[in-house]
């Protein structure tokens, strides 16, 4: 029989340790796999095809690990060449003032403050982040897990590339910073 302090401590863990988001069964060509390609790719690179919604690690002449990733929406997706120019295990997050400007209810808490999010379980940038640099500053465009694994497959984000975390978790340990980012 339950009495009400076992309820209430298994309610606080409930709370404090909430379940992870894996009950989404991702569709199975966006789960991570070795595929061919052009062989004037250089290892160690990364291309992403938005329209498509993969990325690829390229891991040696004409051979790349594919990834299933959610990206900008229309008008909001990053292009061209970067640099990874940070990586972050668990990373805090703060809305950009432009995405607060955009939707100001959904960011709220972010109004007329400086706070920032910690890492964590319930982070939009999930268990890592990789940093797209140009010319050595930060775009603020991020390649990160996700709080929202639907997302992966469709043009719903603020500009970044999501990934499962499992999926980001496995990238992040294969990249290697200054690794060159090709976004088409």
């Given at each position: 029989?339950?009495?009400?302090?076992?309820?209430?401590?298994?309610?606080?863990?409930?709370?404090?340790?909430?379940?992870?988001?894996l009950?989404?069964?991702?569709?199975?060509?966006?789960?991570?796999?070795?595929?061919?390609?052009?062989?004037?790719?250089?290892?160690?690179?990364?291309l992403?095809?938005?329209k498509?919604h993969?990325?690829?690690?390229?891991?040696?002449?004409?051979?790349?690990?594919?990834?299933?990733?959610?990206?900008?929406?229309?008008?909001?997706e990053?292009?061209?060449?970067?640099?990874?120019?940070?990586?972050?295990?668990?990373?805090?997050?703060r809305?950009?003032?432009?995405?607060?400007?955009?939707?100001?209810?959904?960011?709220?808490?972010?109004?007329?403050?400086?706070y920032?999010?910690?890492?964590?379980?319930r982070?939009?940038?999930?268990?890592?982040?990789?940093?797209?640099?140009?010319?050595?500053?930060?775009?603020?465009?991020?390649?990160?897990?996700?709080?929202?694994?639907?997302?992966?497959?469709?043009?719903?984000?603020?500009?970044?590339?999501?990934?499962?975390?499992?999926?980001?978790?496995?990238?992040?340990?294969?990249?290697p910073?200054?690794?060159?980012?090709?976004?088409?």
């Amino acid at each position: 029989m339950i009495n009400r302090r076992n309820f209430v401590a298994a309610a606080a863990a409930a709370t404090a340790f909430p379940m992870p988001a894996l009950a989404f069964k991702v569709d199975q060509k966006f789960v991570p796999q070795s595929v061919r390609i052009k062989k004037d790719l250089e290892p160690g690179q990364l291309l992403i095809l938005p329209k498509a919604h993969f990325l690829y690690f390229v891991e040696d002449i004409g051979k790349a690990r594919r990834y299933g990733v959610g990206v900008g929406k229309a008008g909001l997706e990053f292009t061209g060449e970067a640099k990874i120019g940070a990586k972050k295990e668990w990373p805090t997050w703060r809305p950009t003032n432009e995405m607060i400007a955009r939707e100001p209810k959904t960011y709220a808490k972010f109004v007329d403050n400086d706070y920032v999010q910690p890492g964590g379980p319930r982070n939009p940038l999930g268990a890592r982040a990789l940093y797209l640099f140009q010319n050595g500053r930060d775009t603020f465009f991020r390649i990160h897990g996700t709080t929202a694994p639907r997302s992966i497959g469709r043009s719903v984000s603020n500009g970044c590339i999501r990934m499962i975390n499992d999926h980001v978790i496995d990238l992040y340990e294969r990249v290697p910073m200054g690794a060159k980012v090709t976004v088409l």
